[in-house]
């Protein structure tokens, strides 16, 4: 079964997960409610999450609020139906051209792993009007089903563009992914605009890891983000994307600074701590940081005292760069003011 940890995903934090504890144990120690507002897949939240904490997760791509609802909200669920559907999956046989093999077939995947995947699909969609499956029981296939095609996928790890060489037909098969709700009574999680959701909610730690440069999540991963929406949407160019417009991240553009000030100068808790790398303007154009240390540390300053921990990480990127010299960051706060 797939952990919450297993998906390729640009700048996750799996590898500093202890550094931030660490952080979180000298200068905090026992806290309440932790909240991870640019969750990602949440593998931050998820590695705070204990029964008697409240986890707070956020995206705004609806792909990762679906996997972190798999994964960690209290819903009920029935394994073992869990299990037998996707056994019928795996051993369905359909050679019916579909949404997804129409568009993203021969490209991100083989014609016939393309077909099986949008029937998978939309036999998830038809379990769930049917009632057959609950709330819980779709994301969760829908996660299960995002995880498994990640790993056949013809790409370096995104979806901004595929590979162009001949496709080898891998066997795709589906595996469940591994949830315990017994973790999760207090967790919640949002689908919204981080610096709107600021507003209405407190808590402890506020974690923030915001995008650092231009590089639009929802460019590196529409793939996921339609096959999960399934509203089947018109797609346009060489890469096969939707109209992206609604769910474009500010902090990827030039008023990233403005925001991140009012998200700060909003936030209702205890203790900051924010990640953001070292890069500054020493990659090329669209890898430059959006938010400068002089910025970054004038907004948190208005809040208290700012510490800077730092050590070597070494990035998921688009295959582009090669830096041996990138430290991750973590901008400590204990709110004061």
């Not at 929802?218 to 797609?235: G, I, R, T």
Request: glycine share 4%; net charge positive.
């Amino acid at each position: 079964m797939f952990k919450i940890s297993q998906r390729r995903y640009l700048g996750n934090k799996n590898s500093i997960l202890p550094f931030i504890d660490n952080i979180i144990k000298n200068e905090i120690g026992h806290f309440n409610s932790f909240c991870d507002i640019f969750s990602g897949t949440g593998v931050v939240g998820n590695y705070f999450n204990k029964k008697d904490n409240k986890i707070i997760f956020n995206d705004l791509l609806y792909h990762n609020f679906v996997s972190i609802n798999a994964f960690l909200n209290q819903d009920n669920f029935n394994q073992d139906k869990l299990l037998k559907i996707i056994n019928d999956f795996n051993n369905l046989s359909t050679e019916k051209e579909n949404y997804f093999s129409n568009n993203f077939g021969d490209k991100y995947f083989s014609k016939k792993n393309a077909i099986k995947i949008g029937f998978i699909r939309e036999e998830i969609r038809n379990l769930f009007i049917e009632d057959k499956i609950n709330l819980k029981e779709k994301f969760i296939l829908l996660t299960s089903l995002n995880y498994s095609i990640d790993r056949i996928a013809n790409t370096v790890g995104h979806y901004d563009a595929y590979i162009k060489k001949d496709l080898k037909d891998l066997n795709f098969k589906m595996k469940l992914i591994s949830t315990n709700t017994e973790k999760n009574i207090n967790n919640r999680i949002y689908n919204k605009d981080a610096n709107l959701l600021i507003r209405d909610i407190e808590c402890d730690i506020l974690y923030l890891d915001p995008p650092y440069n231009s590089r639009q999540y929802s460019d590196a991963y529409h793939l996921l983000e339609n096959l999960s929406l399934w509203q089947k949407p018109e797609v346009f160019g060489v890469a096969k994307k939707f109209d992206r417009s609604k769910i474009k991240s500010e902090y990827c553009k030039v008023n990233a600074s403005i925001l991140f000030d009012d998200l700060i100068q909003n936030a209702k808790c205890k203790y900051i701590l924010l990640s953001y790398n070292n890069m500054g303007s020493n990659g090329n154009g669209r890898s430059n940081a959006k938010i400068s240390d002089k910025q970054i540390m004038k907004s948190l300053s208005k809040r208290g005292k700012v510490k800077v921990f730092e050590q070597d990480y070494k990035e998921f990127n688009t295959g582009k760069e090669k830096r041996n010299d990138n430290k991750e960051r973590i901008f400590f706060v204990k709110v004061t003011k």
